[in-house]
């Protein structure tokens, strides 16, 4: 597979299309399960408590992964994501109820490199916060 995105056809400010993703606190057990990250911090609100959090919270790599998710729905082929970093501001803190949270991701193009490569600033809140920094993919475009 490779990019459905022309490089060519993308400008600096080029907005992705915006997504929201609902975590319940059975995504994060399942999450859990698929990664091997069974930290109590993620589905023990006694313990998540007694450690200072307001509650428990999703894993930063669940988060980041979501985020992820913007950029690779927008190129349509995940191997086109040739970088990608963030930097985990403020948990996503996942209440024990039928909503559980909401993140809120957009993206925009912030600039066309070489090789037919553009960096893609993406913006993740949850609650109203801002939950990544500095949330960067490099992404090889058709």
């Keep these: 597979m490779t990019a459905k995105i022309a490089y ?5 400010g080029t907005e992705l299309p915006a997504q929201s993703f609902p975590v319940t606190r ?18 023990n609100e006694r313990f998540a408590r007694q450690v200072g959090l307001p509650d428990v919270i999703a894993h930063g790599m669940f988060t980041m992964a979501e985020a992820a ?9 995940p191997g086109a994501v040739v970088e990608y970093g963030v930097r ?18 957009s993206g925009k193009v912030a600039a066309k490199l070489a090789d037919n490569t553009v960096r ?4 993740a809140t949850s609650a109203g916060q801002k939950v990544l920094g500095m949330s960067r993919a490099v992404v090889r475009l058709a």
């Design 69 to 77: 998710r913007v950029v690779t729905d927008w190129v349509g082929d």
């Design 26 to 43: 059975a995504t994060l057990v399942q999450y859990a399960g698929a990664s091997g990250d069974f930290n109590p911090i993620h589905w």
């Design 88 to 105: 985990f501001t403020r948990p996503v803190v996942v209440p024990d109820d039928d909503q559980g949270a909401l993140i809120e991701v």
């Design 120 to 123: 893609v600033d993406l913006t």
């Design 8 to 12: 060519d056809a993308v400008e600096v």
